[in-house]
C-alpha cells in the first residue's frame, strides 16, 4: 500500500539553530508532494509542494525542500528557526494527480525553544 | 474574506445521538472535502464533492453521510454518533481537483463523542 512516513514525531530545537523534519514515502512512478504547517486550533496551511521540475523547491517562511527520487524523499529544512515556527509538520503525496487521493504522514511537531 | 468556515467550533454528543457538520466557502471552488485527524494517523479523507452535484468516498467514509447543498456548502453528517469518531473534523476546497490548484481548511471542529 502507498505510505507516507514522517520519521519524527517531535523535534526539539533552539531558536536560530537550523531544522531538517524528515519524510519518506513509498516509492512509485510519479509522485506529487506537499509539505503543511497546522499552528494550534487552526486549519492546514501549504508551505511548499512538488509537482515537477526543479527538485529543490522553496515555499513560504523561509523553509524549502528537496525531493530525492532514489532515497523516496523530501525533506523539509530552514537554516534558522524562530519561535513563531513552533507548529506540527505534515508531509503528504499524491499519487494520482489529485487530491482526492492524497495520503498524509502522522505529522512532526516542532517545537522552539528561546 | 472569510475563506472556509466550519461550524460549530465544538460539539460534544453521547453514543447514538445524531448531528451535522456545516461547512462554508466564499471562494467559488468547485471540490471539497472532508478528513478527520487523529493522534498519530495525520488527515484521513471521508468523503469528497470533485463538482456540485457529486459526491464520492474517500479513505473513511463508514458511520458518515454528506450533501454537497450548493457550490458554497458541504455538509457532514453522523447519523449515530460512536466513541471512534471522536475527533477534529476538517473541510477543505479546492478551485479543482487537480494539484495545481490549493487546497484551502477550515479550522475544524473538535467532536467528543461520550
Known amino acids: 500500500a502507498q505510505s507516507v512516513t514522517q520519521l519524527d514525531s517531535q523535534v526539539p530545537v533552539f531558536e536560530e539553530a537550523p531544522v531538517e523534519l524528515r519524510c519518506n514515502y513509498s516509492?512509485?512512478?510519479?509522485?506529487?508532494l506537499f509539505w503543511y504547517v497546522q499552528y494550534p486550533n487552526q486549519g492546514l496551511q501549504l508551505l511548499l509542494k512538488?509537482?515537477?521540475?526543479?527538485?529543490l523547491v522553496k515555499g513560504i517562511n523561509g523553509f524549502e525542500a528537496e525531493f530525492n527520487k532514489s532515497q523516496t524523499s523530501f525533506h523539509l529544512r530552514k537554516p534558522s528557526v524562530h519561535i513563531s515556527d513552533t507548529a506540527e509538520y505534515f508531509c503528504?503525496?499524491?499519487?494520482?494527480?489529485?487530491?482526492?487521493?492524497?495520503?498524509f504522514g502522522a505529522g512532526t511537531r516542532l517545537a522552539v525553544h528561546p | 474574506n472569510a475563506g472556509v468556515t466550519q461550524t460549530p467550533k465544538f460539539q460534544v454528543l453521547k453514543t447514538g445521538q445524531s448531528m451535522t457538520l456545516q461547512c462554508a466557502q466564499d471562494?467559488?471552488?468547485?471540490?471539497m472535502y472532508w478528513y478527520r485527524q487523529d493522534p498519530g494517523m495525520g488527515l484521513r479523507l471521508i468523503y469528497y464533492?470533485?463538482?456540485?452535484?457529486?459526491?464520492d468516498k474517500g479513505e473513511v467514509p463508514n458511520g458518515y453521510n454528506v450533501s454537497r447543498l450548493n457550490k458554497r456548502e458541504f455538509s457532514l453528517r453522523l447519523e449515530s454518533a460512536a466513541p471512534s469518531q471522536t475527533s477534529v473534523y476538517f473541510c477543505?476546497?479546492?478551485?479543482?481537483?487537480?494539484?495545481?490548484?490549493?487546497?484551502?481548511f477550515g479550522n475544524g471542529t473538535r467532536l467528543t463523542v461520550t
Open positions: 477543505a476546497s479546492s478551485e479543482a481537483g487537480g494539484l495545481n490548484s490549493p487546497l484551502h
Open positions: 516509492s512509485s512512478v510519479s509522485v506529487y
Open positions: 512538488y509537482l515537477s521540475g526543479s527538485t
Open positions: 503528504a503525496v499524491s499519487y494520482s494527480g489529485g487530491y482526492n487521493k492524497l495520503i
Open positions: 471562494m467559488n471552488h468547485n471540490s
Open positions: 464533492s470533485a463538482s456540485e452535484g457529486t459526491t
